[in-house]
């Protein structure tokens, strides 16, 4: 499952020992594949300021 940081320090722990930390998962959405079947994609809050906010599928996220 994914789990959200929801105190600060635990945030700042996480992003000093991860290059790409999740800060929060703000939104989902299905996405078409090309094979017709639907995808779920998660739009990360990447703890590293620079990295942004992107759309990622479950498979690229780890637990």
Excluded: C
């Excluded at 809050?45 to 620079?50: H, T």
């Amino acid at each position: 499952s994914i789990s959200r940081t929801t105190r600060q320090s635990n945030r700042m722990d996480k992003a000093s020992t991860h290059p790409y930390a999740v800060e929060a998962i703000l939104s989902s959405r299905l996405r078409q594949k090309r094979s017709g079947a639907e995808q779920r994609e998660f739009l990360v809050k990447w703890a590293d300021r620079e990295l942004g906010q992107t759309w990622e599928s479950r498979s690229s996220l780890a637990d």
